[in-house]
């Protein structure tokens, strides 16, 4: 099946800091990336949906200005959590579009 | 999509059949469904998917009811390493449309 990478595998930062999370597709070409995160004890939720050079489309009650989502080639997806709160302490995990659709091993985030 | 239903969590000895429920009573013509697990701090993995006819993989064999209506997932012979959270989820067709994730069923596999 397809390879997916995440970096990096765990994060902890401070309140009001700004993390980027990357997601490759090592031996696959992606035109959409969805990005989902799952809270502890809580099953996965999507976020949003990034296309390849067009921008991202958001879930309700996702702030686009706070998860900015850069899908810059079709192997390479950001999501950057800006001005992180403990809030935003979560497990994100990203998944290219796919007959299959595969899943990255997952980011935890940790902010103090 | 349309939406699942399955147990909270189930308990299997290690070495039998795990048969995990999943009823998707109001799933579509075109709807596709989908099998997941997830181990703990991990990114869901792929299991097996279809449409109407039984399929088998290496690791599981799906049975999807005449009707549609549910489907089974089995684990020919359950190990530990089978311990995770599964998923059965109904897609649309279309490698375009994303997966929604319900609750799951926690698989417990005991020695």
């Known amino acids: 099946g397809a390879v997916v990478s995440q970096h990096p595998s765990w994060v902890i930062c401070k309140s009001g800091t700004s993390v980027k999370i990357e997601c490759r597709s090592l031996?696959?070409?992606?035109?959409?990336m969805f990005w989902y995160r799952q809270f502890p004890k809580q099953s996965l939720m999507l976020m949003a949906t990034?296309?390849?050079?067009?921008?991202?489309?958001?879930e309700q009650g996702v702030e686009k200005d706070k998860f900015l989502i850069n899908h810059a080639s079709l192997t390479l997806s950001t999501l950057t959590v800006t001005s992180a709160h403990p809030e935003d302490s979560s497990f994100y995990i990203c998944?290219?579009?796919?007959?299959?659709?595969?899943f990255g091993p997952g980011t935890r985030l940790t902010v103090l | 999509d349309a939406k699942t239903t399955q147990p909270t969590s189930m308990d299997c000895a290690e070495g039998r059949a795990a048969n995990l429920p999943c009823n998707h009573s109001?799933?579509?013509?075109?709807?596709?469904v989908y099998w997941y697990r997830q181990i703990h701090s991990q990114g869901p993995q792929y299991i097996i998917h279809?449409?109407?006819n039984n399929e088998t993989n290496e690791m599981a064999s799906l049975i999807i009811t005449e009707d549609r209506k549910s489907s089974t997932l089995i684990l020919p012979h359950a190990t530990l390493r089978d311990t995770a959270v599964y998923y059965c989820?109904?897609?649309?067709?279309?490698?375009?449309?994303?997966?929604?994730f319900g609750g799951g069923t926690r698989l417990m596999v005991k020695p």
């Open positions: 998944s290219p579009q796919g007959n299959e659709q595969f």
């Open positions: 031996d696959f070409q992606a035109t959409t």
């Open positions: 990034s296309n390849e050079g067009s921008k991202a489309t958001y």
């Open positions: 109001t799933i579509s013509g075109n709807e596709y």
């Open positions: 279809g449409l109407k």
């Open positions: 989820i109904v897609r649309s067709g279309g490698a375009g449309n994303m997966l929604t």
